[in-house]
């Protein structure tokens, strides 16, 4: 299957893919942290040996690494039992590809190697969507960032919320995503973003769940904003 949209330098990109057959990519909290670690490290131009550096360092301290040229800017992720979402800035031509290519070839290879399993992890190619206008960037921003809420209730949609405070306690205490850090929690894997491209009302306001719902439902009615999203 091949990919319709064509990537571009200095321009923004939704990027997402799950597992074949729906499957689960992440089972244990060791594989979320191995994924996070991998958006870090391999968001560079050079070459990065994750097997040699986990034979003498831990899994956390490679966020102590010094990398060299950045492939993209990642500006915000959650990542699913069976999915993840990356909102992307390309820096250079053909850098989203390259970036896909060794994120998700490392963590397969990790993932078949513990699981004893063979084959594609990941649906090819993996989805993505050209980010065009404020609108749609604050819509997918929004979509992105409240998606681990289809962990926290299963009745959950994208067009209202329960138990707001519940939520907001929910989406705070999940750290496989970038919530954190747009609620000034400063972790680790904080380095993973580059946030001097995030818009300056993003960053010193305190968002909640349900500001990002009303992004949602602002835009909800725009078809070229929400096509090919669940609703």
Known sequence: MERKIKFAPEEYYHLYSRGVEKRKIFIRHQDYQRFI?????????GPFNFANFLKSNKLGEVF???????????????LMPNHF???????????ISRFMMKLLTAYSMYF????????????????AQHVQG??????????IHLNALGIFTKRFKFDKINHKKNADKFLASYEYSSYPEYNAVKRSQSKILNLQLIPYY????????EDYFKILNKYSKDEEIIEGYPQ
């Open 85 to 95: 979402h990356i909102l992307v800035y390309e820096h250079i031509e053909g850098g």
């Open 202 to 209: 993003l960053l010193h306001t305190d968002f909640s769940a």
């Open 64 to 78: 102590n690494e010094t990398k060299g040229k950045a492939l993209v800017s990642i500006l915000s992720y959650t």
């Open 112 to 127: 078949n190697t513990k699981y004893k399993r063979s084959g594609p992890l990941f649906m090819h190619p993996f989805r």
């Open 37 to 45: 670690a991998l958006l870090y490290i391999m968001n560079q131009e």
């Open 134 to 143: 404020q609108a749609q960037y604050l819509w997918i921003f929004s979509y």
